[in-house]
């Protein structure tokens, strides 16, 4: 500990830590609301899980090799031969589906508490396009496995682009690197995945943490009224940042670790065969969070399909700018919206309900059935 | 003489623009050899989709005109000749066509020595299964004979063992599902179907011993995996445990930080 002194003084002298040191102190030791609960730890449990992504990410690429003739191979090498190497595949893996689930529980407390209004519509706007940096995290990392289903899979989503009306096929052209996914995808998803999204994935959770520590977190009153002081949030019962919530940060982190640690030992991901252009596998199909999109491309034009899930991404960003401009933070006081939300939310699952059942065979109560590429069942009859 | 008749109906098989996986009905051979094209149509060679009559007869396929489609610089050899048998098969069956020149049968100038037809059929060519091997011994050596013993044994010995090698296979692939390590002995189940592959080729020299050494290699292989196997199976539940040990850890961590916010 003196020794740790001795440390931080020498280095105070020169470099004049000691304001900035007491700022950080301050703005931890800030009172947050008293409705602060264990919902506000989802936003520390996500920037665990990204700690998670990159170290284990890191070693997967020590041996990973980003060619169509050797991803396969080195990823068999990884589970089969690197100790512990399953287990690392396994976590980045399990990592990747609780990010984008934690990040939408996320967005659903943000929402649900008002945390979006007036004065945070940057954190939210930046929030918004985190979401799309983890989602192209998740789309770029499933081909690099370069197996049957995530060439197939990365096929099927890279063909949906092709459909926008004169750019399209350019978009695709330049999104896969020639006329078919090949070696040129891979290489191209590769240096996005481990390089160009970490790098904006950094730049927007360094802003985005930043606008958190800088305003605070929301009251749930009107934006009209002037937030509670310090003061008056400790006369509510608020407690300080540090260290009573960062304790139940912790807490949060390590029962993600458990569920995560569960997942990556109980349900290691699968690998198969390797990737074969001449070969379409039945019933392949995207991740699950890219399901809703897939669906809905069944039931309408491609033209238009492919605009729908980005007009609900324009949606989340114009939700606090446009959409949303009434001064009541509490839901039960935002009926309109948030009735509309729920509807919109219910459609995306059910969409993504009928993309998972499509062109599968299901046994339910007794009986089979066959989903057609509609999601529509039909009962299989026995032939005798 | 015959040897480049066969050296030109070899090359002309290997012609880019050579015909294969064309439909029976547009051949003019089948004009008139009908009864062959209705046995060709049924055989394995055809329903593969990779044979036709000129892969070994030599001739043009489309070609209306008899003299033509007949000529010697066709690469046309007619009906092949007992000594020459083996070796148009050869052309794509090499390991069966090595092992049978290495056995009692190889010798055409013994009379009533069979050929690869013999067994395999010339037109309807009936797919090489292990059960075409007693079948194919008892016309010939009747009863209790050496030979049709001999046919017996190895027949069993390689259903055996191809049955054996499948639920591994099965195995395997359930297991991989569990544990995706076990992708490491993909190329241990390969060799293993490479040996069965081999014993099935040996069969044509006779000579039980061979089949033997190669079902032998084959069921080392597969004691690798049944051994990887089951060590993995050991790994699931020490895997099991380690997740109860795991949630031990997190719950006496997460009390010690209740019990440290408490005193807040």
């Given amino acids: 500990m003196r020794a740790l002194r001795a440390v931080w003084e020498w280095l105070d002298q020169r470099l004049g830590l000691a304001p900035g040191l007491q700022v950080i102190v301050n703005n931890l030791s800030k009172p947050l609301p008293p409705h602060v609960n264990w919902l506000f730890t989802l936003g520390a449990a996500l920037v665990f899980l990204l700690g998670i992504q990159i170290l284990t990410g890191a070693l997967l690429m020590v041996y990973y090799i980003p060619s169509a003739d050797q991803a396969h191979a080195s990823i068999e090498m990884i589970v089969s031969e690197v100790p512990l190497g399953w287990l690392i595949r396994s976590l980045h893996n399990w990592g990747s589906h609780l990010i984008v ?74 999104l896969i690197g020639g006329e078919e996914v090949g070696g040129a995808t891979l290489g191209r998803f590769f240096v996005a995945h481990v390089f160009l999204l970490p790098l904006a994935l950094f730049g927007l959770m360094g802003i985005h943490l930043f ?159 066959y989903f057609d590429l509609m999601g529509m069942p039909h009962p299989l009859i026995e032939i005798k | 003489m015959r040897q480049c008749g066969l050296a030109i109906a070899i090359a002309i098989v290997m012609l880019p623009g ?124 009747i009863g209790d004979s050496p030979a049709a013993k001999l046919g017996v044994i190895v027949q069993s010995r390689l259903q055996i063992e191809n049955n054996k090698l499948a639920r591994t296979s099965d195995l395997l692939d359930s297991m991989r599902i569990i544990d995706p390590s076990l992708v490491r002995f993909d190329p241990v189940l390969g060799e293993a179907y490479a040996y069965i592959r081999e014993a099935d080729e040996q069969t044509h020299a006779m000579d039980v011993s061979w089949v033997e050494a190669s079902v032998n290699a084959s069921q080392e292989k597969q004691a690798q995996i049944l051994q990887g196997v089951a060590e993995s199976k050991r790994t699931e539940r020490l895997k099991k445990w380690a997740v109860v040990g795991v949630w031990i850890v997190v719950l006496i961590n997460i009390l010690l930080l209740r019990m440290k916010s408490q005193q807040l």
């Fill in chain 1, 101 to 174: 689930i934690i990040t939408l529980m996320h967005m659903v407390r943000v929402f649900v508490y008002g945390g979006y209004k007036k004065p945070r519509e940057v954190t939210w706007l930046i929030g918004v396009l985190l979401l799309g940096v983890i989602l192209l995290f998740g789309f770029t990392g499933y081909l690099l496995p370069w197996d049957q289903v995530s060439y197939w899979g990365t096929v099927v989503t890279t063909e949906a682009p092709a459909s926008i009306p004169f750019v399209g096929s350019l978009i695709r052209q330049l």
């Fill in chain 1, 211 to 369: 606008l958190i520590r800088y305003q605070g977190v929301s009251s749930l009153g009107r934006i009209d009224e002037p937030e509670p002081t310090s003061k008056e949030m400790r006369a509510q019962g608020g407690k300080s940042f540090f260290p009573y919530h960062v304790l139940k940060d912790i807490t949060t982190m390590y029962v993600i670790f458990g569920i995560l640690l569960t997942l990556s030992l109980l349900y290691p991901p699968f690998i198969g065969d390797p990737a074969d252009p001449l070969s379409t596998p039945p019933g392949i199909k995207p991740e699950w969070y890219f399901l809703p999109a897939y669906q809905l491309l069944k039931y309408v034009p491609d033209i238009i399909g492919v605009q729908i899930p980005l007009i609900l991404f324009l949606l989340l960003i114009l939700l606090p700018l446009v959409i949303d401009r009434s001064p009541e933070r509490r839901a039960r006081r935002r009926k309109r919206i948030v009735g509309g939300v729920v509807v919109i939310s219910v459609i995306v699952v059910l969409l993504g309900i009928l993309g998972h059942l499509s062109e599968s065979t299901q046994t339910w109560f007794g009986k089979e059935y």
């Fill in chain 2, 18 to 141: 050579s015909v294969s996986s064309a439909d029976l009905d547009d051949v003019m051979c089948a004009i008139c050899h009908f009864e062959q094209a209705e046995d060709f149509a049924h055989s394995v060679h055809y329903l593969d989709g990779k044979m036709l009559c000129n892969d070994c007869h030599g001739g043009l396929l489309f070609e209306a005109d008899i003299d033509i489609a007949k000529a010697p610089e066709t690469g046309f050899i007619g009906r092949p000749k007992r000594e020459v048998v083996a070796s148009v098969c050869g052309q794509c069956h090499r390991g069966p066509e090595q092992f049978f020149s290495q056995g009692p049968h190889h010798d055409h100038n013994v009379p009533n020595n069979p050929t690869c037809i013999t067994c395999h059929q010339n037109h309807r060519v009936l797919e090489a299964t292990t059960a075409l091997l007693y079948d194919a011994c008892v016309p010939c050596h």
